[in-house]
């Protein structure tokens, strides 16, 4: 056969059309596949596996067109069919029409991912860059940050009061609503003592001004310097030193507060005056009893012992109050931080300390009844302590009007619509809050963490590394930076190395549970006991899902094979677990733990009533994100008691709604 003989019959036999048809084919395979495996923790090999079967299929392809050719009777060789009888020509028609349908679909879905992977990496360019996804924010003229103060007190301890001046300074200025004022924990990096680039400054936060000065506590005297910057020329606009009374000092924070309101030509309205001159308290002690507390509540962020810290600050706040019962900031503090105890601690989630939330709140309330700050932790108190999200949105709705800067407002509204299950609109309301704190630690690991569990991979190494260039000494975020790739990929190498680089005992107790999680991957009994030291009476899960050491000890025994040292462990943890399902009656998550140990011990029966009841004590309609965790880890309980079936039903049942499950869980963890 010539040349051109060959090159004709190729034609003839529609080879052209299909090789064309089949390449289109397959780029839309693997297109659909890329968005839909990762969907479903689907390891990254198996796409390419996918793509070397198609890339074998081809030159099959071809070879099939080449020898057969379709006929009204079927499919038959190419040299069984005579010329008069072959209809190749109508059949390259329909694959000529097929292939236009199919280049047209291919250029929509084109599009979308052209769309979709442009706007996905515009909001982490800009969380890269130090700011929330979108188009870069223009500086607003009236805008100002009050970095730290400086102590220049002899007596260091008086650090805390000098951090409470700043702060002071800060909520009344964030009161007016012609300002944007940074919030406290984005400034709180930028602690004096250290050369400071006001300029780079002003850029990383947003501003266009920035106030410093410094504090120096004598005796009865106090001195109170200030100066107002322009961040972008570095030019002192105000000026101003206070020498008084240690007692006037919350008069000189109010005179400031005016001061630099009327240098940044901002209107004042009556009520924000009004606001502004009255004093959080009369008691230079109690104020800082309520500094320290508010620093270390500002300073939680993932950590095992998040808890000991928030209990801290409860103890400093009732001490404070003890002082000065009518202090109105603290009593808001002690609500919130009460009702953080019962919300994230799984071992207090008990009706003396949602009383103990109350009872500080009714006195905040008959205090200051129209203040936004008793509605924002009536809010805080609805959503931590009842689920009541309808209630929390309502009152952070009244908040927002005499708190116009402040940042937690666009944040808790992230946390309900993330417990709603409204996962990106919850993202969305956490980005909205890094406008007014860029630089807060916590709200860019909440940020993180919403894209974990919607397996965003990538944006949440983008943000957590955002994070550490704010905090780059942090060996939580450090830790959990590692931990994407064995959430993502099954793989524990880089979590193990960061974690084995960690020597001093007190950082190893502040990642215990990660290493834990670590230890149990990798099937190490040695350095699972070490784990287990480190978090000492600490524990260990995500959100309200919380386990004992004895548990721990248990599971990792399992893991193991060490059936009578899983019993032993089990049995011991038991008698703790049963303690705290009789405290916190009617709360799923406990009940839930104490069926896993039912079910470790063998008590199927019991282990499955239990399971079940927590489910419907904590249904994902009231909470989508510990809802969700307890249908897992009944399916956990029903395979360790032998019903595979419905392990897997509730694992299905489970599949659509984000949670933390992954790839790396379902491969590493017995």
Not at 239 to 247: E, H, K, P
Request: hydrophobic letters at 45%.
């Amino acid at each position: 056969m010539s040349d051109r003989n060959f090159f004709g019959e190729l034609k003839r036999r529609n080879v052209y059309k299909v090789a064309v048809a089949y390449a289109i084919v397959a780029w839309l395979i693997v297109q659909a596949a890329s968005i839909v495996l990762p969907t479903f923790e689907a390891p990254p090999w198996v796409l390419k596996v996918m793509i070397f079967a198609l890339a074998i299929g081809f030159p099959v392809a071809l070879i099939f067109a080449w020898a057969f050719e379709i006929t009204p009777e079927g499919i038959k060789r190419a040299e069984e069919v005579a010329p008069g009888e072959s209809i190749a020509h109508h059949t390259g028609r329909k694959l000529v029409w097929l292939t236009i349908a199919l280049a047209i679909v291919a250029a929509g879905l084109f599009a979308y991912r052209m769309v979709g992977t442009g706007r996905r990496a515009v909001g982490v360019t800009n969380r890269e860059e130090g700011r929330p996804s979108g188009a870069p924010l223009p500086i607003p003229d009236k805008s100002i940050a009050v970095l730290p103060f400086e102590n220049l007190s002899e007596e260091k301890a008086n650090a805390f009061f000098t951090d409470g001046v700043q702060d002071e300074i800060l909520t009344n200025l964030a009161k007016i609503a012609d300002l944007k004022v940074i919030s406290r924990t984005s400034v709180m990096q930028y602690k004096s003592g250290a050369p400071r680039n006001l300029r780079q400054i002003g850029e990383q936060l947003g501003v266009a001004h920035l106030l410093e000065g410094s504090v120096q506590r004598a005796a009865n005297k106090v001195r109170v310097n200030a100066q107002l910057i322009n961040a972008r020329t570095d030019a002192h606009l105000w000026a101003q030193t206070y020498d008084r009374d240690l007692a006037d000092v919350f008069a000189i924070q109010s005179e400031i507060a005016k001061a630099i309101a009327d240098q940044l030509q901002a209107k004042l309205s009556p009520n924000e005056k009004k606001a502004i001159e009255q004093p959080p308290t009369g008691d230079v002690t109690a104020f800082d009893l309520y500094s320290r507390a508010r620093t270390l509540i500002l300073s939680t962020s993932f950590s095992a012992i998040a808890g000991k810290s928030l209990l801290e600050a409860v103890e400093l706040l009732n001490q404070a109050l003890a002082r000065d019962p009518s202090f109105f900031l603290a009593q808001c503090q002690l609500a919130f931080a009460n009702d953080q105890v019962y919300f994230l601690i799984g071992t207090d989630h008990t009706p003396a300390r949602l009383a103990a939330a109350e009872a500080a709140l009714q006195a905040a309330f008959r205090l200051r009844p129209d203040d936004g700050e008793a509605h924002l932790a009536r809010a805080e108190h609805l959503y931590r302590g009842y689920l009541d999200y309808d209630g929390a949105l309502a009152e952070l709705d009244i908040a927002r009007r005499t708190l116009p800067n402040s940042a937690r407002i666009p944040e808790l509204t992230g946390y309900i619509m993330r417990r709603q299950g409204k996962q990106e609109d919850a993202l969305r309301n956490l980005e909205r809050a890094l406008e007014l704190d860029p630089r807060n630690f916590f709200t860019l690991q909440q940020v993180a963490l919403s894209d974990l569990v919607l397996h965003h991979y990538p944006p949440a190494v983008s943000v957590l590394d955002r994070a550490l260039s704010i905090k780059p000494d942090d060996v939580e975020t450090k830790v959990f930076r590692t931990q994407i790739d064995f959430e993502w990929k099954g793989d524990t190498r880089l979590l193990h190395q960061a974690i084995a680089s960690i020597h001093e005992p007190a950082a190893l107790s502040r990642i215990a549970d990660t290493w834990f999680l670590c230890t149990m991957a990798e099937r190490d009994a040695a350095a699972g006991k070490a784990a287990l030291a480190a978090l000492g009476d600490n524990t260990f899960g995500d959100n309200a899902l919380q386990f004992s050491a004895k548990f721990c000890e248990g599971l990792l025994a399992r893991g193991l094979k060490d059936e009578a040292g899983a019993r032993a462990a089990f049995t011991a943890a038991r008698v703790q677990q049963e303690k705290l399902v009789q405290a916190q009656v009617n709360y799923g998550p406990p009940l839930c733990v104490l069926a896993l140990i039912d079910a470790g011990l063998g008590k199927k029966e019991e282990a499955l009533r239990e399971g079940r009841r927590a489910i419907e004590l904590m249904p994902m309609t009231k909470d989508a994100l510990n809802g969700v965790q307890l249908i897992e880890y009944f399916a956990v309980i029903a395979a360790w008691v032998g019903e595979k079936d419905l392990a897997f039903e509730q694992l299905a049942s489970a599949q659509p709604y984000p949670s933390f499950r992954s790839y790396g869980r379902y491969k590493l963890l017995p």
